[in-house]
């Protein structure tokens, strides 16, 4: 039992992960129970903080973080299709209709038909919203500088969370298909 006077008495640092988290020693069901010691929370937490340090910059650029994401795709790839982008951003029709539809109240995104199946509608990102990327370069190279990591430790922190992402989706394709 750790010593109440002393909290940290049973509690051992791992400075490898985290210097500032601490692994409790003994029973592992009840680390695993322990908020701080949860990557999904790291990962959640640490989004909202990217988020936090964006909003500025977005709030100059009057769009929202989703809508920003959604302009990256369109600015990559001009001529998605609703469908197509929901799956790039990861959302579903329900989100992603109401995002688009805010963006073209903006001026930022159209819709044209597609010339190879009239059927099909295509998103472009309108003038208006390349003008913003000036902006959005900005946004990343500040909060970037912010941070003081080198880019090659940005590039590697984004590929390790990449590469666990695929592995987060293999195992839910797994489940689904057992």
């Not at 909003?55 to 959604?70: E, G, K, S, V």
């Not at 951003?89 to 010339?115: C, K, M, N, W």
């Not at 946004?139 to 922190?157: N, Q, R």
């Amino acid at each position: 039992m750790p010593d109440v006077a002393h909290p940290t008495a049973a509690v051992r640092v791992d400075p490898a992960v985290d210097p500032n988290s601490a692994v409790t020693a003994g029973d592992s069901d009840r680390d695993l129970l322990v908020l701080a010691n949860q990557l999904c929370f790291a990962l959640y937490s640490t989004s909202r903080a990217m988020t936090a340090a964006y909003r500025p910059f977005l709030d100059a650029m009057q769009i929202t973080y989703p809508q920003y994401l959604a302009l990256l795709a369109l600015w990559e790839r001009p001529g998605m299709t609703m469908k197509e982008l929901g799956e790039q951003l990861r959302l579903d029709y329900g989100t992603i209709s109401p995002l688009i539809q805010r963006l073209q109240s903006h001026g930022f995104v159209e819709s044209v038909r597609s010339a190879h199946d009239r059927r099909s509608v295509e998103l472009r990102a309108t003038e208006a919203s390349v003008a913003l990327q000036r902006q959005a370069r900005e946004m990343i190279e500040s909060v970037i500088a912010g941070v003081g990591y080198s880019l090659d430790t940005i590039i590697a922190l984004r590929d390790q969370v990449n590469a666990l992402g695929a592995r987060l989706d293999a195992i839910a394709v797994a489940r689904d298909e057992a």
